[in-house]
């Protein structure tokens, strides 16, 4: 074969492997993109037939005229190449911008231009001369810096739609890596030979070669699109997802760079700075705050928004790349209302702890002197009755002052042994109120000795307050219901202690070692806790007709959570089962319990 005819060959070849990936992915239509990538597919076919027409075309006029055509087709593939690249990406649309217009008139510009040139001469010499080259027609332009001007502008667009999808690579992993990259490459060859055939250089200047490379464009084209499935898995979804999980959020969020200047925000993010997103962006942070906001550390904020003071938590995260630190995401927690609760619980706390106690102090004293001096009966009995109930309130102040105690700060991590913090807090309570059995394995775990002691010490305290089935009046188990087993009980006295071989104590406390956890199982014979007392913890909400009588249940349940372990409770006609879970952390070794 003639060595021109390889030429149009190809530009026929170019036109129909084109026409073949158009029908392949005519069903992507409406995807991110696709619309624009079919445009642009649309015109590199009609160019291949266009040039490939022209390389057979002998009449000066016609000739003329189709390389007018080819050209205004070559720069409309830019122009929908790299609208695809801005829309498949996510990056937005091309149309109704500034420079979308002035890439959309581009063409149409090249087409006036280039039809009117034999008048003006701008764009190549006015009347380029038909050379025969290989058994085909080329044309020696003489392409003018205008021409080579909007070739260069050309480059330049395609270029930028290549690093659109070279960012995709880089930025989005796997899932898209090969098929971005594979559309991105394709564009190279078949422009590098439009830029040889525009400097008018190489062995035959007057025939553009791009023909034979525009071939591997369409092969990779077809391996991205159509082997690889490129507009079942598109960037626009992921970078959209993160724009709209950004906007909803519920939270002001903002990025600044190193220097603090805001480089984007969402909308609420506008609302705290007072200003639109436009006038914020690039500003500094600090021009928008006067409490001085490190936008390295965040931090607690107060602002004027909305016509009210509100206050943000500003927690910052570093945008690194490498090992440099580029920018921080700040993002905004509003506050105020959770400070304003702090403020009242803390202005209350002292009013109940203080302020409330002193007086039922006071109050029991009186009370308790009055008792004695009483001489009715009677008397003495509602006296009696209004010292019982200051003691209770005068418990829930000291629960209250354990609750602020235990939850305040971060818990503790030590070797604490589960079986021996038991023991004491059956020591403690045992000789005021009932004989509490400890039977266990010593089983040490990584936790916070006195938040657990606190637990114990409810749970206890709770299973002899509704557990015990015959008390003194005090809550002091009468030895004559049930004899212990160690000689402690004689008729008529209450148990002074509690030990690990009190088999008949009416409060039992078990320690078992498992493999991942140390369980403390508190059991009682009697009628068990309050229904209603045992809801409202496990709803973990009161109501005004749906609340307990007190504040224990809550304290066991708050200093659970706080050292990570859990609380269930079992009510059976038998009495009742509290079992405390305290997770092993890996250090803990149950060979070293005896339990492995």
Request: avoid cysteine; charged fraction near 10%; proline fraction near 5%.
């Given at each position: 074969m003639i060595p021109g005819l390889w030429l149009m060959a190809a530009a026929l070849g170019t036109a129909l492997g084109t026409a073949a990936l158009i029908?392949?992915?005519?069903?992507?239509?409406?995807?991110?993109?696709?619309?624009?990538?079919?445009?642009?597919?649309?015109?590199?076919?009609?160019?291949?037939?266009?040039?490939?027409?022209?390389?057979?075309?002998?009449?000066?006029?016609?000739?003329?005229?189709?390389?007018?055509?080819?050209?205004?087709?070559?720069?409309?593939?830019?122009?929908?190449?790299?609208?695809?690249?801005?829309?498949?990406?996510?990056?937005?649309?091309?149309?109704?911008?500034?420079?979308?217009?002035?890439?959309?008139?581009?063409?149409?510009?090249?087409?006036?231009?280039?039809?009117?040139?034999?008048?003006?001469?701008?764009?190549?010499?006015?009347?380029?001369?038909?050379?025969?080259?290989g058994g085909v027609t080329g044309m020696a332009y003489g392409f003018r810096p205008a021409a080579k001007a909007v070739g260069a502008l050309a480059v330049g667009v395609v270029t930028l739609g290549s690093l659109l999808l070279f960012d995709t690579v880089f930025s989005y992993g796997p899932l898209y890596r090969r098929e971005a990259f594979a559309v991105g490459v394709s564009v190279v060859p078949p422009m590098a030979a439009l830029v040889v055939w525009l400097l008018e250089v190489g062995p035959a200047p007057e025939l553009n070669f791009a023909p034979f490379l525009f071939l591997v464009h369409v092969a990779l084209d077809a391996y991205a699109f159509v082997g690889s499935d490129m507009f079942e898995f598109h960037p626009a979804t992921r970078r959209r997802g993160e724009r709209a999980a950004i906007d909803d959020l519920g939270s002001p969020v903002m990025v600044v760079d190193d220097e603090g200047r805001i480089v984007t925000t969402n909308h609420l993010a506008t609302e705290v700075l007072g200003v639109d997103r436009r006038t914020a962006l690039t500003t500094p942070l600090s021009a928008h705050f006067d409490d001085g906001l490190d936008h390295r550390a965040g931090g607690e904020v107060t602002v004027r928004a909305d016509g009210s003071q509100r206050t943000f938590q500003v927690t910052a995260t570093p945008l690194a790349v490498d090992d440099d630190t580029v920018g921080t995401t700040l993002v905004w927690q509003d506050v105020t209302d959770a400070r304003r609760r702090e403020q009242c619980l803390a202005v209350l706390n002292r009013v109940l702890r203080h302020n409330l106690r002193n007086d039922m102090s006071v109050v029991r004293g009186f009370a308790s002197s009055a008792a004695g001096r009483a001489e009715s009966d009677e008397v003495r009995e509602m006296l009696d009755t209004a010292l019982a109930k200051t003691d209770d309130l005068l418990s829930l102040g000291r629960t209250a002052r354990d609750i602020e105690r235990t939850l305040d700060g971060e818990p503790r991590h030590d070797p604490v042994d589960v079986a021996e913090t038991a023991t004491a807090v059956a020591t403690a309570v045992g000789p005021e109120t009932a004989a509490v059995k400890v039977d266990g394995e010593d089983c040490t775990v990584a936790t916070d000795r006195e938040t657990l002691r606190t637990v114990l010490t409810e749970l206890v305290e709770n299973a002899v307050e509704h557990g015990v089935p015959a008390t003194d009046g005090r809550g002091r188990w009468r030895a004559g219901d049930e004899a212990a087993d160690d000689g402690q009980v004689v008729d008529g006295d209450a148990v002074e202690s509690a030990g690990r071989g009190d088999a008949t104590a009416p409060v039992r406390v078990r320690v078992e070692a498992r493999p991942d956890t140390v369980v403390a199982v508190v059991e009682d014979d009697g009628p068990g806790l309050p229904e209603g007392e045992l809801a409202v913890v496990e709803t973990g909400e009161e109501t005004a007709l749906d609340h307990g009588s007190g504040l224990g249940l809550w304290l066991a349940t708050w200093a659970t959570e706080r050292i990570g372990a859990d609380l269930s409770f079992e009510i059976g006609d038998d009495g009742t089962t509290a079992t405390l879970s305290l997770p092993r952390e890996s250090g803990d070794d149950p060979a070293a319990d005896g339990t492995a």
């Open positions: 029908a392949a992915l005519w069903r992507h239509r409406g995807e991110p993109g696709a619309d624009w990538f079919l445009a642009a597919l649309t015109g590199q076919a009609l160019w291949g037939a266009v040039y490939g027409t022209a390389l057979l075309t002998t009449d000066p006029v016609l000739r003329r005229a189709l390389g007018v055509v080819g050209l205004a087709l070559l720069s409309a593939l830019g122009v929908y190449f790299v609208a695809f690249a801005l829309e498949y990406t996510g990056r937005g649309q091309l149309e109704g911008r500034p420079a979308g217009v002035v890439l959309a008139l581009l063409p149409v510009v090249l087409l006036v231009l280039g039809g009117t040139n034999a008048g003006h001469g701008l764009l190549w010499t006015p009347r380029p001369t038909l050379v025969s080259v």
